[in-house]
């Protein structure tokens, strides 16, 4: 469904994106994943020739990304990260009127999608907040059925419970064998949809694998506060904890992998607080990577 070869986009000093090398397969979620500024979005509008490549090639559903994009656009449906609507009508009216544009979109589904996704469809565009704005985008792109969802960011703006629809109408999708193609930063959203993911940094695609083997990448970052002195040792050599420091009565420390081990050691002493965050990509990215050169990373070094 997706193809690209050594696609490269040069903005003069400018990073792109270098000699992008990607396969997604009909039928499958992919992930692209990349701190901010990696050049996810650069690659997914070059996919769609909204920006022409500088060398390399892209071909979506077999089809040449600039030889005819109007076929590809017919069969795709598309969230930009950023994307701006008209004020001055509804969130309904919004959505009829790219329904009437592409035409041969059901009106039941379109009213099942802002259900699902809880949008009052009777506000002005302008009167919504970044999430019901974002509502709008995922109803436009999804409505007609599209054989392949590319989706850049897709969750930004939306709280947990309705990041829940959007991710069980993303499965739905997969279902009906539709090709997902999904960017974000945060490690835990492509946990929950995608099958394969690749890892973009400063341009480049340095990592390409399943999401099982991803989560190996995956850490939490710790706080304990005791209510006595901090027990270094009952943790420093726990499977996957690293990085263990302690400040006053305060324990922080990194937890590759089940935290079962962290949770059972902590219940044996006065225990007043325990604080568990899954950083973000680029944090579990940088963790694992340090300040290396991409170039040395993807020589395994």
Do not use: W
């Not at 469809?121 to 054989?147: F, T």
């Amino acid at each position: 469904m997706i193809e690209t070869e050594r696609l490269t986009k040069s903005y003069g000093k400018q990073r792109g994106i270098i000699e992008v090398d990607l396969a997604v397969a009909q039928g499958e979620v992919f992930g692209f994943l990349g701190p901010n500024g990696a050049g996810k979005t650069t690659t997914i509008r070059t996919l769609l020739d909204l920006i022409r490549p500088t060398s390399g090639r892209a071909r979506v559903f077999g089809i040449e990304s600039s030889a005819d994009p109007v076929a590809i656009h017919r069969r795709v449906g598309y969230i930009p990260g950023e994307f701006t609507l008209y004020d001055r009508l509804t969130g309904g009216q919004t959505i009829e009127y790219f329904a009437n544009l592409r035409g041969g979109v059901d009106p039941a589904y379109g009213a099942e999608l802002i259900a699902r996704l809880d949008l009052d469809p009777s506000r002005r565009y302008k009167e919504y907040s970044k999430g019901n704005k974002q509502k709008v985008g995922i109803v436009i792109a999804l409505q007609h059925r599209p054989d392949l969802l590319v989706l850049d960011e897709p969750t930004s703006g939306l709280d947990p419970l309705v990041q829940q629809s959007f991710f069980e109408l993303v499965q739905l999708a997969k279902a009906a064998g539709r090709t997902v193609f999904l960017s974000s930063h945060i490690l835990s959203e492509v946990e929950k949809t995608c099958g394969r993911v690749a890892i973009i940094r400063e341009g480049r695609i340095v990592k390409t694998d399943t999401v099982d083997a991803l989560r190996d990448l995956a850490h939490h970052q710790v706080e304990l506060r005791f209510t006595g002195p901090v027990p270094i040792a009952a943790f420093a050599g726990l499977p996957g904890v690293s990085d263990v420091v302690a400040d006053d009565h305060l324990l922080r420390l990194r937890v590759s992998g089940p935290i079962t081990p962290v949770v059972r050691a902590a219940a044996q002493y006065d225990l007043l607080d325990f604080v568990s965050r899954e950083p973000s990509l680029e944090e579990t990215f940088l963790a694992q990577y340090g300040q290396q050169p991409v170039e040395m990373i993807e020589h395994g070094r």
